[in-house]
């Protein structure tokens, strides 16, 4: 059996076409909704989603982990709101002949200017795999893994330009909270220098990348103007 799992806050302008793209995929549907205003847990239900209202604890991890353990299947697909499985490849016959613990798929990642396509493992066994960090959250516990041709759209520049700023304030302000919470965890300075270089912010984004090499005992990876978005 393959649960999608999901946790949603506010996506009725992508939710449709996300539940519709999962709809001979698969087995049930389970979303962790964090305190939707607009129609997002209407239209979850009128695809026949699983709908858990939920109060946000700030923290992605935490809600991840939640829509896992409210699923039932032996596997896990992880979607957000804002993407569609594209071609599925045929996930349903991967599941059950891998004997491997997760699955990478190709995400293309659609942004203003570019779509930018990576491998990220989003189908893995609901019983071995978690997510860990409250933001840009990792999945661990993934021992063997292999790749399918299966490819995920992500409109991560979804919403206007108010709301873009809004969420990457949001996130640093986590990761922020993060580094003072755990401050030998080199994951939030990480971060942190590619929001503050991408805000062309030098200063702010060299200090964090020595606070990185600090923790870490490597050279510092400061990016290239060339690379700023």
Request: net charge negative; with cysteine.
């Amino acid at each position: 059996m393959l649960s999608a799992c999901m946790i949603v806050r506010d996506e009725e302008r992508y939710l449709g076409a996300c539940l519709r793209s999962l709809r001979d995929v698969a087995d049930e549907v389970v979303i962790v909704d964090t305190g939707s205003v607009d129609r997002s847990v209407e239209i979850a239900r009128d695809h026949g989603a699983t709908v858990h209202v939920r109060r946000w604890e700030e923290d992605f991890s935490y809600h991840r982990n939640q829509s896992l353990d409210l699923a039932h299947g032996d596997w896990a697909l992880v979607i957000d709101g804002d993407e569609e499985l594209l071609e599925p490849a045929d996930l349903r016959a991967l599941v059950e002949r891998m004997p491997v613990d997760g699955i990478a798929v190709q995400v293309d990642c659609r942004t203003d200017t570019a779509t930018v396509s990576t491998q990220s493992i989003r189908v893995f066994r609901r019983e071995v795999g978690w997510y860990f960090y409250p933001v840009h959250n990792q999945l661990v516990g993934i021992g063997s893994w292999t790749s399918s041709p299966a490819r995920i759209l992500a409109h991560y520049e979804g919403g206007d330009r108010g709301d873009r700023r809004a969420k990457t304030e949001r996130t640093k302000r986590m990761l922020l909270r993060l580094a003072a919470q755990r401050p030998s965890c080199p994951h939030a300075p990480y971060h942190l220098v590619r929001h503050y270089h991408a805000e062309g912010r030098d200063a702010d984004a060299d200090a964090w990348a020595r606070r990185w090499s600090a923790i870490t005992g490597r050279p510092a990876e400061i990016p290239a103007k060339s690379d700023r978005a």
